[in-house]
């Protein structure tokens, strides 16, 4: 039986026998430096222009990013990539896997992180100092995927001596109705997105997969859904684009260390090269928002970061000065903690393309919708492990799930939102969606 790599280079070989077929004239159009590369032994393979690039052994690594790593694929500004992704640890976390072999395969292989990333892809004429411009235009995700909690002596997850039982869940995606089956009477939403999206970073040598940066990388932004287009700045000719940790389910602060995690059958992006237009962090634009961020070890400056770019941007978008760029943040920012778990805390700020009425103030008692636990304290941190907790607490109680569920389903829809931004005060208010218990 042939293996995989055999079956991968014969089919490039049938695609670049198919380009020496083509008319002269269109042949002529297509000696571009990826065909050549293709013809030499590329995974991706270039197909009615769009790029096609499967996960396999050949095109991805585990746990870490290495700009010396050679490009699985060429594309030129304004091309379509086709991609696939794996699931964690190359493919080992699969639909029945015990908690001990998860355990296992993180221990085993210290200093890499979980995540499988496919390319990286050379995007050609990115050069340090640009943007790619990455518009997800499609995700399909596996029809399964898996949330654990690992053991508490690790120290991983935002609380592992509250909760140092390991366990993992393994979830059916219905991608017909876009839920999954939390436990009997509670419904996720399925709302895919690549929790990995990143270039490679200016600094040669290999580095774990887990903290997020400038280049992007692990920012487990949930908003990074279909439809949305990513910016990140450039560090390295070629820029290098990788994406993996795909997710189908994720909470805002992903607290137990992980969301729904699964693997994409289609990841359909395309990706245009903004010359000179530098960014110090990446962007998000969706239809109605663009979405400003800011990541830091310390969650008070990843804060700081956040609202540094976010006047930034303000003044570059709207030409305000630094007070109104801060008033138009204050009433309409609807700003967020993305993930507190990847060494580097992340948080985002959503701000309205047409904003017509002033954001409500935060809810501090349960809504009709939600319910609803917050904390204030002078550490950004200290306030979201209070409320957190709390809300943990609250669906214990109210709920009756167990501490490692109810750790878990905060982890996958727990909602956190970043209250009024007081010097000497910061407020987080976590919401629970009511609409997660279905009756039937």
């Avoid at 993180?106 to 890499?112: E, K, M, S, W």
């Avoid at 690790?154 to 876009?178: A, I, N, Y």
């Avoid at 939102?417 to 009756?439: D, F, Q």
């Amino acid at each position: 039986m042939p293996n995989r790599r055999d079956v991968l280079f014969g089919g490039a070989a049938i695609a670049a026998a198919a380009t020496t077929g083509l008319p002269k004239a269109i042949a002529q159009q297509t000696k571009r430096p990826e065909i050549t590369a293709l013809q030499e032994g590329y995974v991706g393979q270039y197909q009615g222009g769009v790029y096609l690039l499967p996960a396999t052994d050949e095109t991805v690594q585990w746990g870490w990013f290495n700009n010396a790593e050679p490009p699985r694929a060429r594309i030129k500004s304004g091309d379509t990539v086709l991609m696939e992704t794996m699931m964690a640890s190359q493919n080992q976390i699969l639909p029945g896997v015990s908690i001990e072999q998860i355990t296992k395969l993180r221990v085993d292989h210290p200093g890499r992180g979980p995540h499988t990333v496919t390319g990286p892809i050379f995007v050609e004429g990115a050069a340090p100092g640009d943007t790619l411009k990455i518009r997800i235009n499609r995700i399909v995700p596996r029809p399964y995927g898996a949330n654990w909690n690992l053991p508490g002596n690790l120290k991983l997850g935002q609380f592992p001596g509250k909760f140092p039982e390991p366990q993992v869940k393994h979830f059916f995606l219905d991608t017909k109705r876009r839920v999954t089956q939390f436990l009997p009477g509670i419904e996720l939403p399925v709302r895919p997105f690549p929790g990995i999206l990143g270039v490679a970073r200016a600094e040669s040598g290999q580095y774990s997969t887990v903290p997020p940066g400038p280049f992007g990388g692990n920012l487990d932004c949930r908003e990074m859904v279909e439809g949305t287009t990513v910016y990140l700045p450039v560090f390295v000719d070629g820029a290098l684009l990788w994406s993996g940790d795909s997710h189908a389910v994720q909470g805002n602060g992903e607290i137990n260390l992980t969301a729904i995690e699964t693997a994409f059958s289609e990841l359909n992006i395309t990706v245009n090269v903004l010359k000179r237009r530098q960014l110090s962090w990446p962007r998000i634009e969706s239809a109605t928002h663009w979405i400003t961020m800011g990541y830091d070890r310390d969650l008070n400056r990843a804060i700081e970061i956040m609202e540094e770019e976010t006047l930034k941007f303000l003044a570059e978008w709207k030409g305000m000065s630094t007070s109104e760029a801060r008033q138009f943040m204050l009433s309409f920012g609807d700003c967020q903690v993305a993930e507190v778990v990847n060494q580097l805390k992340g948080v985002y700020c959503m701000l309205p393309k047409n904003p017509t009425t002033k954001l409500a103030p935060r809810p501090t008692a349960d809504t009709t919708n939600n319910f609803v636990t917050y904390a204030t304290n002078a550490d950004a941190m200290e306030a979201m492990n209070l409320a957190a907790m709390k809300i943990i607490e609250r669906i214990q109680e109210i709920k009756g799930l167990s501490a490692l569920n109810a750790y878990a389903l905060a982890s996958l829809a727990m909602d956190t939102r970043i209250g009024r931004l007081e010097p000497g005060a910061k407020n987080i208010h976590c919401l629970m969606p009511k609409s997660l218990w279905v009756k039937g």
